[in-house]
Nanobody
Framework: QVQLVESGGGLVQAGGSLRLSCAAS???????MGWYRQAPGKQRELVAV???????NYLASVKGRFTISRDNAAKTLYLQMNSLKPEDTAVYYC???????????WGQGTQVTVSS
């Protein structure tokens, strides 16, 4: 069992930056890690993912503005968000999927609000 705790959310003006962190209670070495978000009235969507081998993929609308990274030694996942837009407003969730088994974990979410 791995617990995930997000931090770093908050209120920021359009054009600003935030850095989200996701601290894991155990090793994340074997996990594909990702950030999802869910805006009010919308479905949860994948924002960015980073594999065990550090390959990355991004939602088209955040490509070039957001950067996902991981520090396996620190058991932490990051999301650097630059040039934020009001449409980035959502609850952001950290996800860990074990590549060796069925385990799939979620954090509790952190609110990101971008004002225009």
């Amino acid at each position: 069992q791995v617990q995930l705790v997000e931090s770093g959310g908050g209120l920021v003006q359009a054009g600003g930056s935030l850095r989200l962190s996701c601290a894991a209670s155990g090793s994340i070495f074997s996990f594909n890690m990702g950030w999802y978000r869910q805006a009010p009235g919308k479905q949860r969507e994948l924002v960015a993912v980073i594999g065990r081998g550090f390959s990355t993929n991004y939602l088209a609308s955040v490509k070039g503005r957001f950067t996902i990274s991981r520090d396996n030694a620190a058991k932490t996942l990051y999301l650097q968000m630059n040039s934020l837009k009001p449409e980035d407003t959502a609850v952001y969730y950290c996800n860990a999927k074990d590549t060796y088994g069925p385990d799939n974990y979620w954090g509790q979410g952190t609110q990101v609000t971008v004002s225009s």
